[in-house]
């Protein structure tokens, strides 16, 4: 089983409508991160978090929230899914007492919003 | 934030070493310089990690100059498998987070 797991992998949904993707992990990292990733273009920080209680907006967070339940589960949601939505988003950790900056990432929610 | 500049893209064959020249002009005193390579739908994975002079795993090697302004990761005898796109980046880990830029897409041709 992967140690960051996202869910679900594909989903295709209509405007307006609200969508919550999921991430758990089982490698005990305290920090969370959600990216996006457009065709052709770099990942973009939406949200992170440094703990439970901690939760900061990244360079992209307009239209999206999200929710730390526990230390191992960070939550993406979109309240209102719009078509410029449409990405691929990935889930990430990091431990800060390991390497600095080593991120493990999970294998990717693609989104469609028609 | 360290910003990065990298090429957008490299041609390779099969076999040769390929450098790939990273610039990260304002690089803070406690940041380091992390890699990573990403195939098609996949997250990125970790490659590599230094702070100076040279940093060599089973993958791949890191030579970062005194002055730290640039590093170059270098990818010996690449094979088609090595076709991906790779991602400078530039952070101490501590709580400010890293930032991806377009990476350099590096085609691996037989």
């Known amino acids: 089983d992967a140690d960051v797991t996202q869910t679900p992998r594909n989903r295709i949904t209509k405007t307006g409508k609200r969508i919550m993707l999921e991430c758990s992990q089982t490698?005990?990292?305290?920090?969370m991160y959600w990216y996006r990733q457009d065709p052709g273009l770099g990942l973009r920080l939406i949200y992170y978090s440094f703990d439970v209680k901690d939760i900061n907006k990244g360079e992209i967070s307009d239209g999206y929230s999200v929710s730390r339940q526990a230390q191992a589960k960070f939550s993406l949601s979109l309240e209102s899914a719009i078509p410029n939505q449409t990405a691929l988003y990935f889930c990430?950790?990091?431990?800060?007492?390991?390497?600095?900056?080593?991120?493990?990432f999970g294998e990717g929610s693609r989104l469609t919003v028609l | 934030l360290a910003k990065t500049t990298q090429p957008i893209s490299m041609d390779s064959y099969e076999g040769q070493e390929v450098n790939i020249t990273c610039s990260h002009n304002?690089?803070?005193?406690?940041?380091?310089i992390t890699w990573y390579q990403q195939f098609p739908s996949q997250g990125p994975r970790f490659i590599i990690q230094g702070y100076k002079t040279k940093v060599t795993n089973e993958v791949a090697s890191l030579f970062i100059p005194a002055d730290r302004k640039s590093s170059t990761l270098s990818l010996p005898r690449v094979s088609l498998s090595d076709t991906a796109v790779y991602y400078c980046l530039v952070g101490d880990g501590g709580y400010s987070t890293l930032t991806f830029g377009k990476g350099t897409m590096l085609l691996v041709s037989p």
């Open positions: 990430a950790t990091s431990d800060t007492l390991l390497v600095p900056g080593e991120l493990f």
């Open positions: 490698k005990g990292h305290d920090r």
């Open positions: 304002n690089i803070a005193t406690n940041d380091y």
